[in-house]
């Protein structure tokens, strides 16, 4: 079974910048598209950004655009979400999941992931 495993996440002040990692150790990534997703406290989960399984194709959320940046490297079996110029409102328990899909549906259908870690918490705030 293949496992994602979250890392990076932490307290923040607004305009700050962290780096998420998911890896899968054990397990090829390069075969998966891979999806960053978040979950705010009362708020459904939400996908934020995805990337093909080669990584030449990726896709963000209009709320992330321009701040966030999602790249892999499938050498290290890792994916990374780069994510600076971070807002109060970016607050949530930052996701990884895996599948097969296009990553237009996996990011825009959070239950396409046919794999997810255990999260991540990512606090912003002064």
């Known amino acids: 079974q293949l496992q994602l495993v979250e890392s990076g996440g932490g307290l923040v002040q607004p305009g700050g910048s962290l780096r998420l990692s998911c890896a899968a150790p054990g397990f090829t990534l390069g075969y998966y598209a891979i999806g960053w997703f978040r979950q705010a406290p009362g708020k459904e989960r939400e996908g934020v950004s995805c990337i093909s399984s080669g990584g030449g194709t990726s896709t963000y959320a209009d709320s992330v655009k321009g701040r966030f940046t999602i790249s892999r490297d499938n050498a290290k079996n890792t994916v990374y979400l780069q994510m600076n110029s971070l807002k109060p409102e970016d607050t949530a328990v930052y996701y990884c999941?895996?599948?097969?899909?296009?990553?237009?549906?996996?990011?825009?259908?959070?239950?396409?992931?046919?794999?997810w870690g255990q999260g991540t918490q990512v606090t912003v705030s002064s």
């Open positions: 999941a895996a599948g097969r899909n296009t990553i237009q549906a996996m990011c825009t259908i959070p239950s396409l992931g046919a794999y």
